[in-house]
């Protein structure tokens, strides 16, 4: 079974510009997560999606970022207008469905975004 | 989704079990326990979780107190590449599991 998958690992922007991150969940994953990891901070839950659908955007930035897990193909995490702050890792995790109310996620390895 | 608190640091010799303890005073009857580890920089490895009883898998033990207030992850014979920061999460009472990482414990495994 192939694990999350996030593409690219490494992504460098120019301030302006825009930045795109894929994620790929586990086969049979209906959950997607994404947290975003500062230098030197711990980890911050961003958004929750299910195909086509956010449930939880509660973590996400109010300006510049968006999310999708469309119908078929991965999710998307969208960060316009790039800054330095931006600057950060940035971890996919899938889950799959449960029907006893426990969700362990499963996490990529991530994408390094670089904005210079 | 209830507070946990853990150790900021840990240090264990290569072999030896490594207990890393956590308190969740404030946790909800239906709230699940977690375990997760990040090796320097990598992404996230999920490591167990449980409601009430004890569980064991193949990387690690959790157990439970009665009380659920306080739990402690087990890893029986603890090797250099188990050197990670732990975060010990309650979560799960919402219909998906939307993790709150604290600090967590940044364990050493020495020779």
């Known amino acids: 079974n192939a694990g999350v998958m996030q593409n690219p690992r490494h992504l460098v922007r120019r301030r302006g510009q825009e930045a795109r991150l894929r994620c790929s969940p586990m086969?049979?994953?209906?959950?997607v997560y994404w947290y975003r990891q500062l230098p030197e901070e711990g980890l911050k839950f961003m958004v929750y999606?299910?195909?086509?659908?956010?449930?939880?955007e509660s973590g996400m930035p109010k300006e510049r970022f968006s999310a999708e897990f469309p119908k078929e193909g991965p999710s998307i995490l969208r960060i316009q207008q790039v800054v330095r702050g931006d600057s950060a890792a940035y971890f996919c995790?899938?889950?799959?469905?449960?029907?006893?109310?426990?969700?362990?996620?499963?996490f990529g390895p991530g994408t390094r975004l670089t904005v210079t | 989704d209830a507070k946990t608190t853990q150790p900021p640091s840990m240090d264990c010799a290569e072999g030896r079990a490594a207990n890393l303890p956590c308190n969740h005073s404030?946790?909800?009857?239906?709230?699940?326990v977690y375990w997760y580890r990040q090796i320097h920089s990598q992404g996230p490895q999920y490591i167990i979780h449980?409601?009430?009883n004890n569980e064991t898998n193949e990387m690690a033990s959790l157990i439970i107190t009665e009380d659920r207030k306080s739990s402690t992850l087990i890893l029986p014979h603890a090797t250099l590449r188990d050197t990670a920061v732990y975060y010990c999460?309650?979560?799960?009472?919402?219909?998906?599991?939307?993790?709150?990482f604290g600090a967590g414990t940044r364990l050493a495994v020495h020779p």
């Open positions: 995790a899938s889950s799959p469905q449960s029907r006893t109310g426990d969700y362990e996620q499963y």
């Open positions: 086969k049979g994953h209906s959950h």
């Open positions: 999606l299910q195909k086509e659908n956010i449930i939880d």
């Open positions: 404030t946790i909800s009857g239906n709230e699940y």
């Open positions: 449980g409601l009430k």
């Open positions: 999460i309650v979560s799960g009472s919402g219909g998906y599991n939307k993790l709150i």
